[in-house]
């Protein structure tokens, strides 16, 4: 237990935690100093190494939460607020799985072109889904670790 459940916090805070770190402290810097291009480039860069550390949380964060529902005897074992966790876990990886295979794909492709108004309304799009996971994922770790006291 002690092991799936730290592997899951701590796949919980890379994802969360790094959405946080862009979305509110590198992005109002990198707007306010870098031109267009730059500024593309550097994100379509920064994601393809963050993307893999997600895709490598989201696999622990699987792995070890339906690990730590089994120790408890199933789904009927364990309360409300990991069924929430739950929920809210698979919602945030259909929309990374959306925004890595349809936004960033089209970010990454258009830098590469040197396309950079298309680049700009692809990562404009990947700004606003970060903004709903982020969201979605602070939720998510308040309910995680102070729902058992709600529901």
Not at 110 to 131: F, M, S, T, Y
Request: glycine share 8%; charged share 10%; hydrophobic share 55%.
């Amino acid at each position: 237990m002690f092991i799936a459940l730290s592997l899951h916090i701590l796949a919980a805070v890379i994802w969360v935690g790094g959405m946080f770190f862009a979305y509110v402290c590198l992005r109002p810097v990198a707007t306010e100093q870098l031109e267009p291009p730059a500024r593309l480039a550097l994100w379509q860069q920064i994601f393809a190494r963050f993307f893999t550390w997600v895709w490598a949380a989201i696999l622990l964060l699987i792995i070890s939460g339906h690990s730590m529902i089994a120790i408890y005897g199933g789904f009927k074992g364990v309360g409300m607020h990991v069924h929430i966790m739950l929920l809210s876990g698979y919602t945030m990886m259909a929309i990374f799985g959306y925004l890595y295979f349809s936004p960033y794909k089209k970010l990454s492709l258009a830098v590469k072109e040197n396309r950079w108004p298309d680049a700009g309304e692809e990562l404009n799009k990947i700004r606003k889904i970060v903004a709903i996971n982020l969201t979605l994922g602070i939720a998510t770790v308040v309910v995680a670790s102070g729902g058992k006291f709600l529901f």
